[in-house]
């Protein structure tokens, strides 16, 4: 399977979460969006672990400059079969939050070889995307917006 199919199947899991949860939802904690996304993305990716939080890599926590969690993994646990994270905020691409979370998704690409890296800043009605994807020792990045359908 492709980059770009692993990428559509993320946005049906986006556009399934904007169409059953968005407004039942309202201004929720990141956490809890990024448990409902999650919970769309399992049957996407029949064979992989969806994990909110996943800090291990096999028996070892994983460390950039301190240990990190991404808020949710697409792996197989305990293999060398890492295929994307994700950080979630509610602010804005802007956002100083919202850079440093790309920063460390590129860190993280590069450590523990993600194919994908994603990062989705979840504001009223849109969801700004950004794809990060790791091919050999190069990193693309490419952004889009979602917008919700009323």
């Excluded at 990716?45 to 994990?51: M, R």
């Excluded at 792996?75 to 939050?97: G, Q, T, V, Y």
């Excluded at 998704?105 to 989705?120: D, N, Q, R, S, T």
Aim: glycine share 2%; net charge negative; proline share 2%.
């Amino acid at each position: 399977m492709s980059v770009e199919d692993y990428k559509e199947k993320i946005r049906e899991a986006l556009r399934e979460y904007m169409e059953k949860d968005w407004d039942k939802l309202g201004n929720v904690h990141e956490v809890t969006s990024a448990h409902r996304i999650a919970v769309y993305l399992e049957s996407r990716f029949e064979g992989y672990n969806i994990d909110l939080e996943y800090n291990r890599d096999k028996e070892n926590i994983k460390k950039l400059e301190k240990p990190i969690r991404p808020d949710i993994t697409i792996h197989r646990r305990n293999l060398d079969d890492n295929l994307c994270i994700f950080e979630i905020k509610k602010s804005p691409k802007e956002a100083n939050e919202s850079k440093k979370d790309i920063i460390k998704i590129k860190m993280e690409l590069e450590k523990y070889k993600y194919k994908l890296g994603v990062f989705l800043g979840i504001l009223r009605d849109k969801i700004d995307i950004c794809w990060i994807v790791r091919e050999d020792d190069t990193q693309t990045e490419v952004w889009e917006v979602m917008r919700r359908e009323i």
